[in-house]
């Protein structure tokens, strides 16, 4: 048998037909869904008199909209939201899937929960209607985004219709330099391959460096797999995953632990497998980087200057020069100089324990700069409750964070959580594209403790520098 | 869905690269529980100033292509989130072939779901279409799925490639969950098969 990567082989395990053309039915494992782009899907269903094919394997939890400061316990504020959360409330009981509604511990950022209550799990197929539902794929299992059409076609038949990708390796050798994070590997990646560089592709990550991650770390990794333009971003199982996995509410238990365990053993790349394409970083060459422009290629280190746009080629020229407008700098400018005045640390790309712990670390006994608006968002109710616990939302509100509740808050501005025109904010999320973080909104990119540094500072900051 | 066969209208340039899907429509706009009426919000950041008014400098702004039916885009469109309300708010503005230089991918798959035609070319036919799509009015191309042909407003004819499957659709504004149900047994049996392989799942 022809050696196989870590894809070909969950892949394989999946097609449930293939036609003549190559086009297969790929089983689904497991349908994550949120309350903004099922709400259709399930109208859907309901026009044609269709019924969910798997409820069982089918979770849905209301994330993007919700607000997250304290008073949303007495009902969300905004009517679309409102009516989006109420749709997905009554979606989840017609259709009888699992559901954590927004009073519920558990609730969070969809991405966080699924893996955080053992629903992810190594070598399955893993789809929700989220782009970044490639976070998954730090488990060894196969996640990828859809749209509304496809959340429907998966409610309705559990499949959907695709074709396969190819292999791309992305190789981190060695240990990273202190102060360099999860985040910084992602960044310095898609800084390498740009946006578009993994466009048909499903990356497995792999290398010293990887291996050394925690699944925290991985999960932020596989998060950004999809901002290099991935279908998918995949990590081969191990130990740390394993263990990580064993004990969750939803991870097999007893015999069938044991039975899954001997096949997830099977989940890595053979020795010799073809990869399309490969790209290998040495871990001890990256350095905490952050975001100048408006992709999230526009990556440098933190130590660098703002580039010109004639440093580029082709269409990237216009486009550099249109992002360091927006972003209001110069060219030439020092990233240490920029001056920021918000930090947001959350999301489903650094909303977990350890990204808190390491922001906490950079915090503690520190006070943000006067005028600073900080927030803290945990991934979901369980990492929040954990950092209480851990002493560390003590800290950041005595450094001067907001402490707030579960959701995807301010890194996509569906919910109170915004930026103003022309607002600057040193932020721990995906995307740093116009407008994301609200209209004319400016969102710098980076890792916890470099967000942390940043709210000391009050400008972009190398974080080794406070370490 | 409506079948797609041939289209002959304006074509709008729009040269900038990684145009993303915010651009396309600003979350402000995903919290709607329907699919139509997004076309007003098309590119609403870009397409209108802060106090509602129209910025005349955008493309679809200007008179010539205010019907404008086939966008040529710079490399990489539609990157970003997995949104599906880009494609609805295309093709309710009245888009309904988008050419590139390349695609993000589930923004690609999002257009052939709703019977829009998503043309990759190779760099050196893009030159050519973007220069014609800057004609204004005149830039009246033709579209043709069945032939795999765009012929510009001067008659140069430019073949592209398509999946034979997706073609299929399209032509024939086929339900994917339609066809997918007839091969239900399919999935049944892969479902017995996999339960006892992975009865963990």
Redesign the interface.
Same mark, same amino acid.
């Given at each position: 048998m022809s050696p196989k990567t870590l894809y070909d082989k969950i892949w394989d395990?999946?097609v449930? *037909?293939e +036609?003549d053309?190559g086009?297969c039915?790929l089983?689904i =494992?497991r349908h994550l869904v949120h309350e903004? @782009?099922s709400?259709?899907a399930f109208?859907g269903l309901r026009m +044609?008199g269709?019924n969910v094919?798997a409820p069982e %394997?089918t979770i849905a939890v209301p994330d993007?909209?919700v607000p997250t400061t304290p008073d949303r316990v007495h009902g969300i504020e905004?009517p679309? !939201?409102r009516?989006?959360v109420e749709?997905l409330d009554k979606n989840a009981k017609d259709f009888g899937i699992h559901y954590y509604p927004v009073h519920d511990v558990r609730q969070g950022i969809v991405h966080i929960v699924g893996p955080e209550q053992g629903w992810t799990?190594p070598?399955?197929t893993v789809v929700c209607? =989220? !782009?970044h $539902?490639a976070t998954h794929g730090a488990f060894g299992a196969l996640a990828?985004?859809?749209? $509304? !059409?496809?959340v429907? *076609?998966v409610l309705? $038949?559990?499949?959907l219709?695709q %074709?396969k990708s190819k292999n791309m390796k992305v190789e981190i050798t060695g240990k990273l330099q202190p102060g360099v994070t999860a985040k910084d590997i992602t960044l310095a990646v898609i800084g390498e391959t740009g @946006? +578009?560089g993994g @466009?048909?592709y499903v990356i497995e990550y792999c290398g010293e460096a990887i291996r050394n991650l925690s699944m925290e770390g991985r999960m932020t990794v596989c998060n950004m797999a999809?901002e290099g333009? /991935?279908?998918a971003g995949l990590i081969a199982p191990d130990d740390t995953t394993f263990e990580y996995v064993k004990g969750r509410p939803h991870a097999?238990k007893g015999a069938? &632990?044991e /039975?899954?365990m001997d &096949?997830w053993k099977t989940l890595y790349t053979d020795e010799g497998a073809h990869f399309d394409k490969v790209i290998t970083l040495r871990g001890e060459d990256i350095a905490p980087v952050v975001t100048w422009g408006t !992709?999230p290629?526009d990556v440098l280190p933190i130590t660098a200057t703002v580039p010109h746009p004639n440093d580029f080629e082709?269409? %990237?020229v216009?486009?550099a020069r249109?992002s360091i407008e927006y972003m209001g700098l110069e060219a030439g400018q020092k990233l240490s100089d920029v001056e920021i005045d918000t930090v947001f640390i959350g999301s489903c790309t650094n909303g977990r324990i350890e990204d808190l712990r390491a922001a906490a670390e950079i915090l503690k006994g520190k006070k943000i700069k006067d005028g600073m608006r900080a927030m803290v968002v945990p991934g979901s109710g369980l990492v929040r409750a954990q950092a209480e616990e851990e002493g560390l939302a003590d800290i950041f509100k005595d450094a001067g964070f907001e402490w707030r509740l579960a959701g995807c808050s301010m890194c996509?501005?569906?919910n109170p959580d915004q930026l103003q025109?022309g607002e600057r904010c040193a932020a721990t999320s995906n995307?740093n594209?116009?407008?994301?973080q609200g209209?004319?909104g400016r969102t710098h990119l980076l890792s916890p403790a470099m967000a942390a540094a940043a709210a000391i500072t009050g400008r972009l900051t190398d974080v080794r520098e406070l370490m | 869905m409506e079948k797609f066969d041939k289209v002959h209208g304006v074509a709008a340039p729009m040269p900038l690269i990684n145009i993303d899907t915010d651009m396309i429509i600003p979350k402000v706009h995903l919290k709607t529980i329907k699919r139509s009426g997004l076309g007003v919000v098309l590119f609403d950041e870009m397409r209108y100033h802060d106090d509602g008014q129209e910025n005349e400098d955008f493309v679809l702004n200007k008179p010539a292509y205010r019907e404008a039916e086939i966008l040529v885009a710079g490399d990489n469109f539609g990157c970003g989130s997995s949104r599906e309300h880009a494609p609805w708010a295309i093709k309710d503005f009245g888009i309904k072939v988008v050419i590139s230089t390349s695609f993000a991918d589930i923004f690609f798959n999002n257009c052939f779901k709703n019977g829009i035609l998503p043309i990759v070319v190779e760099e050196e036919h893009h030159v050519i279409l973007m220069e014609d799509a800057h004609k204004g009015e005149n830039a009246r191309m033709t579209v043709h799925l069945e032939d795999q042909q765009i012929t510009t407003s001067d008659g140069v004819v430019i073949e592209f490639d398509i999946d034979p499957h997706r073609k299929h659709c399209l032509l024939n504004g086929l339900d994917d969950i339609g066809l997918t149900m007839e091969k239900d047994h399919h999935i049944d049996k892969f479902e017995n098969h996999a339960g006892q392989a992975r009865p963990w799942v």
């Open positions: 395990a999946h449930a *037909h +036609a053309d086009t039915l089983y =494992d903004v @782009t709400p259709q109208e +044609a269709r094919r %394997k993007h909209n905004n679309e !939201s009516i989006q749709a799990l070598g399955m209607g =989220d !782009s $539902t990828h985004g859809i749209g $509304t !059409s496809e429907e *076609h309705a $038949t559990q499949t219709i %074709k @946006t +578009a @466009t048909g999809i333009g /991935a279908r097999p069938q &632990w /039975a899954a &096949w !992709s290629e082709g269409g %990237k216009d486009a249109r996509l501005a569906m025109p995307r594209f116009e407008g994301r209209r004319g | -």
